[in-house]
C-alpha cells in the first residue's frame, strides 16, 4: 500500500466538497429578490423625496434604476436598504420599482400631488 495515496485521495475529496460547497453559494446570491417593503411619503408633489426602504437594492447604485409609473427618477442616495429618490417632473401616480440588473422589485404605488 502506498502511504501517499490516502493523503490524495482525502485532498481530492475536501476540494471537492468546497467547491461544491462554493457553487452553492453562488447560486443562493444570484437568486437574491429586490423587494420594497416601504414608501415614505406615500404620496407628494414633483421634487419630494421619496424615502425607499427594502432588501436587495445592492450597496452602490452603478446601472440600477428606479421608475415611478415608467418614469425614470434620479437617486440621491442608494444602500442595499434604503434609496433616496426625488419624485421626477411630470411622472404620474404610479408604482414606485427598484431594477438591479436584470431582476425587478415589486411595485409600490406612490400618489403624485398637485
Do not use: E
Request: glycine share 14%; with cysteine.
Amino acid at each position: 500500500m502506498n502511504p501517499g495515496c490516502g493523503r490524495a485521495s482525502a485532498f481530492f475529496l475536501v476540494t471537492l466538497l468546497v467547491v461544491g460547497l462554493v457553487g452553492v453559494v453562488s447560486v443562493a446570491q444570484t437568486g437574491t429578490s429586490r423587494a420594497i417593503q416601504n414608501v415614505s411619503p406615500a404620496s407628494g408633489p414633483t421634487g419630494t423625496a421619496i424615502t425607499i426602504t427594502g432588501s436587495g437594492f445592492g450597496a452602490v447604485q452603478g446601472p440600477s434604476t428606479v421608475t415611478l409609473s415608467g418614469a425614470s427618477a434620479t437617486p440621491t442616495s442608494w444602500s442595499n436598504t434604503k434609496i433616496v429618490v426625488p419624485v421626477p417632473h411630470q411622472a404620474p401616480t404610479g408604482p414606485i420599482v427598484v431594477k438591479v440588473g436584470s431582476m425587478s422589485s415589486n411595485g409600490a404605488l406612490f400618489k403624485v400631488t398637485p
